[in-house]
Nanobody, 117 residues
């Protein structure tokens, strides 16, 4: 098991910005992909964005395209999610996810993001 520790969540007003960080306890070259999921009250956990560690190809949910950007720093073993022009609908617990080369899934414990009107 690899520990994934999220940080950067908090309260922001509509139209504001936040940046989330996910730090892995070992080299991220352990993983095929890393990404961010979110879960709002009464709703299923959904993919927000993902990135391949080899090559840096990205994928985004339609609801966040043009507003959110996923990136990585291989030396710091960290994946980021920059969130701009935030909306109340973005309010959720955000989870970091990593898939390794043996197809095991690793989850962070989550960080709360709240967007006020």
């Amino acid at each position: 098991q690899v520990l994934l520790v999220e940080s950067g969540g908090g309260l922001v007003q509509t139209g504001g910005s936040l940046t989330l960080s996910c730090a892995a306890s070992k080299t991220i070259f352990t993983f095929n992909t890393m990404g961010w999921y979110r879960q709002a009250p009464g709703r299923e956990r959904e993919l927000v964005a993902s990135i391949t560690i080899d090559g840096g190809s990205t994928n985004y949910a339609d609801s966040v395209k043009g507003r959110f950007t996923i990136s990585k720093d291989d030396h710091k073993n960290t994946v980021y999610l920059q969130m701009n022009n935030m909306k109340p609908e973005d309010t959720a617990v955000y989870y970091c996810r990593a898939l390794d080369y043996t197809y095991r899934v690793n989850w962070g414990q989550g960080t709360q993001v709240t967007v006020s009107s």
